[in-house]
């Protein structure tokens, strides 16, 4: 299945895509796409409706974050092979991992809103994972059990804050807009293998990063084991899982970054395309 909520921001409604790509309202059959929604029994709900039954939704209508009410929006840096080349670091022991604020999530379309001081706005097409039951020191054989689905995310990153601000990474991930999420939540079962997802990220239409997840130092699996050895996850939780070469600050001979006006495309194969352009705060 593929999930989406749809309408204006904070206001979103759930919704199915059917097998011709046509939005479908749930909100007959559920408030939101949170909570026990995702679990395995909500999601199975889900599946048992006939699409052809619910309303298609007319128009084109703004597309919400795929996941509502998110409870923790979990990162892992430098889990890329070829990106840690890039960057100039080793490959780490175990994932590094830091917080992006909630408050950061938008749509896959909207603006991204550079903050006041703003120099070094960086992009990073990341694969999504959204936990649909709770996780507590499980394993990686049966941790993808633990997964609701799958959805594109933009780890949009002011190297600046993050770098040179004091504190861990999460100043520079957590500013508003900073987390473009969706435009679908993609279900397992759908997906298949994560560690087969071809990416890219195109600036003004020029292709700036492509990647693969089977490119990880750490796959899903191996995440969600280590996270959940540290904290439960929780149903609606995000994992944001890392990002392929190409990033701005790995530029030679020196960085690009995001102006004012810029257009960020992004897409991964099976989970959608997100499309954003770039503002600043007044």
């Excluded at 750490?218 to 995000?238: C, K, N, R, W, Y």
């Amino acid at each position: 299945m593929k999930l989406v909520r749809y309408g204006a921001a904070g206001a979103e409604k759930p919704g199915m895509l059917d097998a011709s790509g046509t939005l479908r309202d749930l909100s007959a059959h559920v408030i939101d796409i949170a909570g026990d929604v995702l679990s395995d029994a909500g999601l199975d709900k889900l599946r048992a409706i006939d699409p052809a039954s619910l309303p298609a939704v007319e128009g084109s209508p703004r597309i919400g974050a795929c996941v509502g009410n998110i409870g923790k929006f979990m990162c892992i840096g430098l889990n890329y092979k070829d990106h840690a080349i890039e960057t100039g670091n080793p490959f780490p022991d175990h994932p590094v991992l830091f917080m992006k604020a909630t408050s950061a999530v938008v749509g896959p379309n909207d603006d991204v809103s550079m903050p006041r001081g703003s120099t070094n706005t960086d992009w990073e097409v990341e694969l999504g994972v959204v936990i649909g039951k709770p996780a507590k020191y499980v394993s990686k054989e049966n941790a993808l059990d633990h997964v609701a689905g799958y959805c594109v995310i933009n780890d949009v990153s002011e190297r600046h804050f993050q770098n040179h601000l004091s504190g861990n990474w999460t100043k520079g991930k957590s500013c508003d807009t900073f987390g473009p999420t969706g435009p679908w939540l993609v279900t397992r079962d759908e997906v298949g293998d994560p560690q087969n997802l071809s990416m890219s990220l195109d600036v003004n239409g020029k292709r700036m990063q492509i990647g693969n997840t089977e490119t990880m130092i750490f796959t899903v699996a191996e995440i969600i084991e280590h996270l959940s050895s540290l904290m439960t996850l929780q149903p609606g939780d995000v994992i944001s899982t890392g990002t392929p070469p190409g990033v701005g600050m790995g530029m030679k001979p020196h960085p690009i970054y995001l102006n004012k006006g810029d257009v960020i495309e992004l897409t991964i194969d099976g989970l959608g395309h997100q499309r954003q352009t770039v503002t600043e705060d007044a």
